[in-house]
């Protein structure tokens, strides 16, 4: 499964994906070079979308994982674009953040969500 958590906003606006990055929870396998594995126990349904028939991880939970590496700006960046495109739920996203372990980034994450409720 392509994790779709991996993606970062660009400066322009659009959604980048490291090369190579991908998420299995079935299976562990040996990486081709450049290749980065990622394994994670399984998601709740909520968690999980299709895109182009990939697999991968709904735009909240996206969202959610992103705060881990983003700074505030870029996280609201993030919430901006979804905003702009029509995809921002931001029941989805509190939830989707209720539903995760314990994050030193949730208190930024919620900060970001409320600026947007």
Do not use: Q
Request: proline content about 9%.
């Amino acid at each position: 499964m392509i994790r779709a958590a991996t993606w970062r906003a660009s400066a322009t606006g659009g959604l980048t994906s490291p090369p190579g990055s991908a998420d299995d929870p079935r299976a562990h396998v040996d990486a081709a070079p450049g290749v980065v594995v990622h394994y994670s126990p399984p998601l709740h349904p909520d968690d999980l979308a299709v895109v182009d028939g990939i697999p991968c991880t709904s735009l909240a939970r996206t969202l959610v994982d992103c705060a881990e590496d983003a700074t505030k700006d870029e996280l609201r960046e993030m919430f901006v674009n979804a905003r702009m495109r029509g995809l921002l739920d931001i029941d989805a996203v509190r939830a989707s953040a209720a539903r995760v372990e314990w994050r030193p980034s949730l208190p930024m994450l919620y900060e970001v969500i409320n600026e947007f409720s």
